[in-house]
Nanobody, 115 residues
Framework: QVHLVESGGGSVQAGDSLRLSCRTSGMNFKIARMNWYRQAPGKQRDLVASISADGSTNYTDSVKGRFTISRNNAWNTVFLQMNSLKLEDTADYYC?????????WGQGTQVTVSS
């Protein structure tokens, strides 16, 4: 039973930072690609960042230079460091992975950015 649990969301002002965490269980974390998605109100869920088992990272253009995805294999945890937050970053953020050909999602953590 794969479980992904996000934490670290909150309400901040534009320009501030947050670090999201996604703690995992029930899978071999060290060989899994981990992803962060977000979904703003009224919009589709979009991929924000991903990190491969070997540490290779990818980001959507709108967060490049501001967000950093990382992983700690000893803790089975993936992080999303979000700096210089903008109003348009407001969304529910979800941790996601694929294990044994099935997609798994966390419950989401809410990020609200105000000016």
């Amino acid at each position: 039973q794969v479980h992904l649990v996000e934490s670290g969301g909150g309400s901040v002002q534009a320009g501030d930072s947050l670090r999201l965490s996604c703690r995992t269980s029930g899978m071999n974390f060290k060989i899994a690609r981990m992803n962060w998605y977000r979904q703003a109100p009224g919009k589709q869920r979009d991929l924000v960042a991903s990190i491969s088992a070997d540490g290779s990272t990818n980001y959507t253009d709108s967060v490049k230079g501001r967000f950093t995805i990382s992983r700690n294999n000893a803790w089975n945890t993936v992080f999303l460091q979000m700096n210089s937050l903008k109003l348009e970053d407001t969304a529910d953020y979800y941790c996601q992975t694929t294990w044994k050909s099935r997609n798994f999602w966390g419950q989401g953590t809410q990020v609200t950015v105000s000016s």
